[in-house]
């Protein structure tokens, strides 16, 4: 069987509990990322999402709970493995490898899979997504724009054709229009390749415009949970997220200021 023909799974998870030591930072979570859908993950400053994702990806090991990509439980697999079934991390602050061309981070990319046919088609397919990086292919990837070190990020993620892709504050620190096309870049892998997206976000706005559904997490739970629409109808949620009634007592923290542009 092709990669392309790879059936596409989800992301379920039941019951997570992390900590950092002793300390508990995630007290039992559950959701589900289907293939073709964007979940997007907000909530205040320290309220776990990271731990989310790093839960996930196999760097934090859960204290209790499961985490199953399609119907393989992976909660003890560590991160290398995890990768390599099809989960594709795109931590915060982009990690590219900056003395090395964008072509050299697309090769440790695809690492995870043979260096093949494959390869080129994954490859045409990500610069296709980012053709700002197809122009800028030997630069060094320090030498890149943030927006274009996100696009990168991206595009080294999918160079392992993922089935599910978890990424960290894509749009931290970026103008709107590079979020804009960050935001429709994740549409479109939902759309085309049907991705099973999990996206942390500050920039609630931009991830309501894209997600199909919203989870709201505080100290570590999950406070209010549903489509963009109904949760930018719920008071609680327009009050500390959406610029609503600041007179509501929401019981949900803010999030932190935006990073300037
Ligand atoms: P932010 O928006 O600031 O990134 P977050 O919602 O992603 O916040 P986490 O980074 O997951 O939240 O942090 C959740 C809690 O875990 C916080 O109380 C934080 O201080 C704590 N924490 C995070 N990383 C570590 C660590 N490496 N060691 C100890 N505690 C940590």
């Known amino acids: 069987m092709s990669d392309d023909q790879r059936e596409k799974f989800g992301l379920t998870v039941t019951g997570l509990h992390a900590a950092y030591d002793r300390l508990a930072v995630l007290h039992g979570l559950d959701f589900h990322v289907m293939p073709g859908e964007i979940l997007a993950l907000v909530g205040a400053n320290g309220a776990g999402k990271t731990s989310v994702l790093r839960s996930v990806s196999g760097l934090l090991r859960p204290t209790q709970g499961t985490v199953k990509l399609g119907d393989r439980d992976v909660t003890a697999f560590g991160a290398e493995r995890i990768a390599s079934i099809g989960l594709a991390h795109v931590p915060e602050n982009r990690l ?3 003395t090395l061309s964008v072509e050299d981070n697309l090769v440790l990319g695809g690492y995870v899979r043979r260096k093949d046919d494959g390869y ?8 296709a997504l980012f053709p700002r990086l197809a122009d800028r292919i030997n630069l060094a990837a320090g030498a890149l724009s943030g927006g274009e070190q996100q ?43 049907g991705l099973a997206v999990l996206l942390v976000e500050q920039n609630v706005r931009a991830a309501f415009k894209v997600a199909d559904r919203v989870m709201v997490m505080d100290r570590g739970k999950v406070v209010a949970e549903g489509t963009p629409a109904d949760l930018a109808s719920d008071e609680r949620v327009r009050a500390a997220y959406l610029g609503g009634s600041s007179t509501s007592s929401s019981g949900i923290a803010g999030p932190k200021a935006q990073a300037a542009h």
Do not use: N, Y
């Not at 080129?120 to 610069?127: G, I, S, V």
């Not at 599910?164 to 479109?188: C, F, Q, R, W």
């Open 96 to 98: 590219v490898f900056p």
């Open 151 to 193: 696009m990168l990020a991206m595009a080294r993620a999918l160079m392992s054709e993922p089935s599910v892709i978890i990424l960290d504050e894509p749009s931290l620190g970026l103008a709107p229009k590079v979020v804009g096309e960050i935001m429709s870049a994740l549409g479109i892998l939902r759309d085309t390749k």
């Open 120 to 127: 080129a088609r994954r490859r045409e397919e990500a610069l």
